[in-house]
Each structure stands twice: as C-alpha cells, then as structure tokens.
C-alpha cells in the first residue's frame, strides 16, 4: 500500500467555470480528454489537459451522468428518464425516449459495469423516492434498489465482486455482493455512515487501484480516501464546499479530477465554487468500465 503524505498538498485549479452543478467526471482515454457536466445548466464540457483548452460540447437539456460506449461516443443519462447517445457529429440517438415515474425527475450519477450494463440512479421529488435502476445492453431497464433519496456515487472492487452505491439523502454507502455473470446485486449492507454534518455527506465516488475508495464529500470542502474497512486514510481540502465528484485519468491514470458546485453563490460557497481540480498523488486509478447500450 502506498502511504499518502498530504501536508501541504493544495488541489489545482485546472477550469475556473462557475458551474451551478459540476459533476460526473468521465476521462476518455481514446482522445486523452475529461468530459465533465453541469448538471442544471444542461452543459457538457471537454478538457484537452495537453493544452489546457476546454469547450462546451452540448448545451441543451440536463444530463445527470454519463458513460463512455464501446465505441467511443458518450452515453447520456437525462431528464424524464431519457437515455441518448451522443455521436461523434454531436447529434443525439435516443436509447429511451422517457421512463414511466420519472417524468417528473431526472436521472443522477451512473457507472457501467464490466458486461456494459449500466446502474442508473434517479433523484426523488417531492412526491416519489428515486430508484437505482440497471440498463441491460439490449434496451431494457429495471428496478434494482427501490425508493432511494438521492442516488449518487457507484464504484467496483478490483475483483468484481462488490458494488457500493451512496444515497446521499439517507447519508449512507452500501455495499453489495456483485454478480458480473447476471448483474445482480444483493446482501445490501451499510459501508459507511457519514460522519458529522461538518464533513458534509457522500456524493460521487471512485474506486482506486488498491481498492481504496475517493469519496466526494457534498457541503464538507473535502475529498477524502476510505480503506475498504471504511477507516479514512486521508483528506484534501479545497477552496469549495460542495465537492461533487472523482475520476482518475492522464495517460496513466495518477492525475485525479475533482468536480464542485455551487458556482452561482460563492460567497457562500467558497471562491472557486463550481470548478475543476486536479491531483497528482502517486496514487493510481483503474480505467472505468465501458457501456454497451442500444
């Protein structure tokens, strides 16, 4: 195991964007870019970290998370339960026009797994719980953890075996046995309470290479690194509140990207709420499974 020594570690500040909601952070190895969301404002935004340059790529409806297809383009999880994808001429081909229940509510985070299939979770509403859903290559979709609060971070041990899923409305991780041959999921039980309110709550998550989870921490100005016994290893301080979510990219997978929110009210929400950093640690990540939808 590799030990951290954090002292004095500042994250970079690569994107200055004040985005209202900035998540879902996908690396794309095939073009060496980061792909990254503002949920609310319905932006998908890329990184050439080659040469610091970024673009909005689409600006229409909300996507609440995405994965990358087989064949290089994005798969976009949207509002009203609409699954698209997104080509390379930048048009949408949907998956699913809409999902019954969810019309009223949008989907969230969301991660393939190592068959392309694809867990898919939806944010509650004021009169109906979210549900954690799994999308099967072939076009279908169903219910696989019902009545959520607020769907958020998935990630996969090395040996796919375990899933762990955050709801961060009952401010808990899970954990669950993990099926790759059938893609179910059972034996829920309870990775991690989180700790007190000033650490804020679990958001997005990712799992590195020695099984060590990096855990976003939603109103706690934090990203911190859990063993798989749930102790915290380490913790990194940034100059916003609401750290949203992480991914590992770069050509060999140690440069860690990290979104945040609440771009709109920094005075509130710290002075570079709503951008993206970046980490090097010496820490490695694992490449994230690809979608094979539609």
């Not at 340059?53 to 087989?70: A, F, K, L, W």
Request: hydrophobic fraction near 30%; glycine fraction near 12%; proline fraction near 5%.
């Amino acid at each position: 195991m590799i030990e951290l020594d954090i002292n004095g570690v500042e994250p970079e500040l690569v994107v200055d964007e004040k985005c209202r909601t900035g998540e879902g952070p996908v690396w794309h190895p095939d073009e060496g870019v980061l792909y990254w969301l503002d949920i609310p404002e319905g932006k998908i935004y890329r990184l050439d970290p080659r040469s610091g340059e970024y673009e909005v790529v689409y600006h229409d409806r909300p996507v609440g998370g995405m994965t990358i297809q087989r064949d290089g383009s994005l798969l976009l999880f949207m509002d009203k339960g609409t699954v698209a994808i997104l080509g390379k001429d930048r048009r949408l081909e949907y998956v699913l026009e809409s999902l019954d229940g969810e019309l009223d509510s949008r989907f969230n985070d969301v991660i393939a797994d190592p068959a392309g299939r694809v867990f898919c979770g939806t944010m509650s509403t004021k009169d109906h719980p979210g549900n954690l859903y799994r999308l099967d290559p072939d076009g279908s979709i169903r219910v696989v953890v019902e009545g959520t609060k607020t769907a958020n971070g998935m990630g996969f041990t090395g040996d796919r075996k375990t899933m762990y899923f955050a709801d961060s409305g009952e401010k808990e991780v899970y954990k669950f046995d993990y099926d790759e041959q059938t893609g179910e999921i059972s034996n829920k039980s309870i990775f991690l309470h989180t700790p007190p309110k000033e650490d804020g709550f679990s958001d997005g998550m990712t799992i590195d290479s020695e099984d060590y989870m990096w855990s976003a921490r939603w109103d706690g100005w934090i990203l911190t690194r859990l063993a798989p016994d749930g102790s915290e290893d380490a913790r990194i301080t940034f100059p916003a509140k609401k750290i949203s979510c992480v991914t590992f990219g770069g050509e060999d997978y140690t440069d860690i990207y990290v979104t945040s929110a609440g771009g709109h009210d920094r005075k509130e929400n710290g002075p570079s709420a709503g951008s993206l950093f970046r980490l090097n640690l010496g820490i490695t990540g694992r490449p994230e499974y690809r979608s094979n939808i539609g």
